[in-house]
């Protein structure tokens, strides 16, 4: 652009930056007109965890995933679970020297079927994504990405070629929610998500749910209408509990009598997987996935733990009906 400026494609913040200076997310730089990632293969987080934690059910279910984090994000959430790497620099973060080779390595090292992309969010590492995933793929490896949906269509129709199944957060359903709490927008994710359809990518949803915030029922209500009608009865939607966190710690965790409210809600408005996480006791209804023809438990879950699976070749083991998802 003019005066050796850089205008960033990568997201909906469209950002034009100066020469020396950084994007919003702090991770990529213009140095003499040429715009860099400064994050390529230097994670700041390692983890490996049960993809249930993603939350991502209808995906090999019972598998691990080995995950990994930049710093830096594209939004700014006042709920923000890991606001110490992804509101962070490079430069404040401890960072591992980590190619994608060398993720793909740990990940069979450590018994992983999946890689994640995950914590922060991974839209500002693309270039990083893209080529470990590419890599990963080709090692039979499932990369999966764990994202706020804040990505534009191109880049995000890229990626789906490389990656086995996203995960979304659809935050709340109002464009005020996703102004005044995330300093993002709601539409673009509206966007990501009907594109998604589009290209037959795997994907699930998570709300979470944050008393006085977007627990209206009307709001949910709305929100599991704009999914099925949009998306279809089968893309699976997680309402998740909040709990006190970051900028938001006078807001107190959501009860239990809320998030099975939603679910209530979701499964009345059709949709067949409705799951409520991070909410005690762990064994409840609402953990299970049931099939949508029978009505039996075809995979049943305490918590991360998967303790029955009742899907054959996709299908229910009692009475056939496909069950929507990558389980190989
Ligand atoms: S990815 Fe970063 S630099 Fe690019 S538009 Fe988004 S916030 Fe700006």
Redo the contacts with the bound molecule.
Sequence with gaps: MKNNSVT????????T?PEGG????G??QNRDGKYYTLVWGNPCALGTDPIEKKPLYHVIPGGKAFSIATAGC?MRCKFCQNWNISQAKPEETRNFDLPPGQVVKYAAKYNCEAIAFTYNEP??F?EYMYDTAKLAKAKKLKPVVVSNGFMNGDPMTELCKVVSAVKIDLKAFTEEFYKKMTGGSLQPVLDTLTLLKKLGMWFEIVNLIIPTANDEPAEIKAMCRWIKKELGPDVPLHFSAFHPMYKLRNVPRTPNKTMFAAYDIARAEGLHYVYVGNVRPVGHRAEKTYCPKCGKVVIDRRGYLVTQINVKDGKCAFCGQPIKGVWK
């Design positions: 960033c494609l990568l997201c909906p913040r469209h950002c930056v950084r994007g919003d997310c991770v990529r594209n839209t500002v693309y």
